[in-house]
T-cell receptor, first 115, second 115 residues
Framework: DGGITQSPKYLFRKEGQNVTLSCEQN?????MYWYRQDPGQGLRLIYY???????QKGDIAEGYSVSREKKESFPLTVTSAQKNPTAFYLC??????????????FGDGTRLSIL | KQEVTQIPAALSVPEGENLVLNCSFT??????LQWFRQDPGKGLTSLLL?????REQTSGRLNASLDKSSGRSTLYIAASQPGDSATYLC??????????????FGQGTTLQVKP
């Protein structure tokens, strides 16, 4: 089945540690996104990528880094500079849509907690 | 700056009732508005997408309307069922973001349908 796979489902970070969240899609979508969701809040954009080897900062990029070496993959690294990393992280993808007609498709998320 | 607000934050109704969820946004310069469903601990499922030139979209028991000039959208759920219990999020895609697909989300309305 086509879709977006995020792993792991749960992740724990120690003080001073970098951790990487995986996002893989087999929908042949050009655009991919990372969002952060805090309890009782909507989603906020961390980074997005429209094409391989290119990505842009979203609204809350500080303390995060990404890479886009393959069309199918858009991993997110939560660095030690992110002082409040506990949240639910969602990856999404979409067709490179210039018409406003295509929805974003989401993975099932990774829940990150501090040890 | 675009802000998206959803009222109420939570709603509890008996099974079979028709209900309306509200979403408002501050800037009418949007590509589209999307409604998503989120089950606990899961990712988002796209329900309906209304392009800026459209007034409404329907899918089964769901009907979403858009009044761009007043900055409002409603999601109407007919004959609610316990399986409709979830958090419903609306999001607008900004004009001027080109083909980035950047979405601005509301905080969500958590719906409980009691048998």
């Amino acid at each position: 089945d086509g879709g977006i796979t995020q792993s792991p489902k749960y992740l724990f970070r120690k003080e001073g540690q970098n951790v990487t969240l995986s996002c893989e899609q087999n929908l042949n979508h050009d655009a991919m996104y990372w969002y952060r969701q805090d309890p009782g809040q909507g989603l906020r954009l961390i980074y997005y990528s429209q094409i391989v080897n290119d990505f842009q900062k979203g609204d809350i990029a500080e303390g995060y880094s990404v890479s886009r070496e393959k069309k199918e993959s858009f991993p997110l690294t939560v660095t030690s500079a992110q002082k409040n990393p506990t949240a639910f992280y969602l990856c999404a993808s979409s067709i490179d849509d210039r018409t406003g007609t295509q929805p974003q498709h989401f993975g099932d998320g990774t829940r990150l907690s501090i040890l | 700056k675009q802000e998206v607000t959803q009222i109420p934050a939570a709603l509890s109704v008996p099974e079979g009732e028709n209900l309306v969820l509200n979403c408002s946004f501050t800037d009418s310069a949007i590509y589209n508005l999307q409604w998503f469903r989120q089950d606990p601990g899961k990712g988002l499922t796209s329900l309906l997408l209304i392009q800026s030139s459209q007034r409404e979209q329907t899918s089964g028991r769901l009907n979403a309307s858009l009044d761009k000039s007043s900055g409002r959208s409603t999601l109407y759920i007919a004959a609610s069922q316990p399986g409709d219990s979830a958090t419903y999020l609306c999001a607008v895609r900004l004009l001027g973001s080109g083909n980035t697909g950047k979405l601005i989300f509301g905080q969500g309305t958590t719906l409980q349908v009691k048998p």
